[in-house]
C-alpha cells in the first residue's frame, strides 16, 4: 500500500511540473508571437515606404523620358498584362491593349466624345491628350514601364538614388529641398549616360 501511495504522490508531483512547465512554455509562445507580430507589422511598414519611394522614383524617370512632354499631375499606378492604370489629380483610370478605358465604373471603346466619359477625368482635355499618346503607344510604353521597375527593384537606381539623397543631406551647405533636387539631377545624368551606353553597344553589334 506504501508503496502504491508512494507512486501515486510520484505521478502527481510529475504531472504538477509538467503542467507548470507547459504554463510556462504557453507564456513564453504567447511573448514569441507578440514579437513576431511587432515585427511583420514593422516589416510591412518599411516595405510599403520603400514601395512608396520606389514608385515615386519611377514616376520621376517616366516623366523625364516617355511623358516628358506631359504635366507632373500624370502619376502611374499600375500595370497588369494587358492595362495600366493612371492618376490625374488623385483621380484614377486605366488603358487596356484594346484601346478600352475605364473610370469612375464608366468602361468602353475609348472616345473623347463618348458620352459615358462627360463630367469625368476623362472629359480634361489634358487628359484626353494623355490617353490617346498612351493607346497609340502602348506596347512602347508597357515595356518602358516594364524595364525602368525591374531597374529600380532588381538593379542599382533606387539604392543610387537614395545614397545621393543621404550624401547630399549630410553636407551642410545643402538644405533638404535642393539636396532631392541635386539627387534628381545626378540620378538622371547617371540613367542617361547608361542609355547612351547601352544603345552605343547595340549599334556596334548590329
Not at 165 to 182: A, E, G, Y
Request: glycine share 2%.
Amino acid at each position: 500500500m506504501k508503496r502504491k501511495k508512494g507512486k501515486k504522490e510520484k505521478i502527481k508531483e510529475k504531472i504538477k511540473i509538467l503542467n507548470e512547465e507547459l504554463s510556462v512554455a504557453r507564456k513564453e509562445m504567447n511573448i514569441i508571437d507578440d514579437k513576431i507580430c511587432t515585427i511583420e507589422c514593422e516589416l510591412k511598414k518599411y516595405n510599403t515606404l520603400v514601395y512608396i519611394r520606389q514608385n515615386e522614383l519611377l514616376n520621376k524617370l517616366l516623366h523625364v523620358s516617355i511623358f516628358n512632354k506631359f504635366s507632373y499631375n500624370f502619376k502611374y499606378q499600375h500595370t497588369n498584362f494587358s492595362w495600366m492604370s493612371f492618376l490625374f489629380k488623385n483621380k484614377w483610370f486605366t488603358i487596356d491593349n484594346n484601346s478600352r478605358v475605364t473610370c469612375n465604373g464608366a468602361a468602353g471603346k475609348y472616345s473623347a466624345n463618348n458620352l459615358k466619359y462627360k463630367d469625368t477625368v476623362l472629359d480634361i482635355p489634358e487628359v484626353q491628350e494623355f490617353i490617346e499618346y498612351v493607346i497609340a503607344n502602348f506596347k512602347i510604353v508597357y515595356n518602358k514601364i516594364e524595364d525602368l521597375k525591374k531597374q529600380i527593384v532588381h538593379g542599382h537606381l533606387y539604392g543610387n538614388y537614395e545614397l545621393a539623397v543621404t550624401f547630399l543631406l549630410c553636407r551642410p551647405p545643402f538644405p533638404k529641398d535642393i539636396s532631392k533636387l541635386i539627387a534628381n539631377k545626378i540620378l538622371f545624368f547617371s540613367f542617361y549616360f547608361f542609355l547612351l551606353f547601352f544603345l552605343t553597344i547595340k549599334t556596334i553589334k548590329n
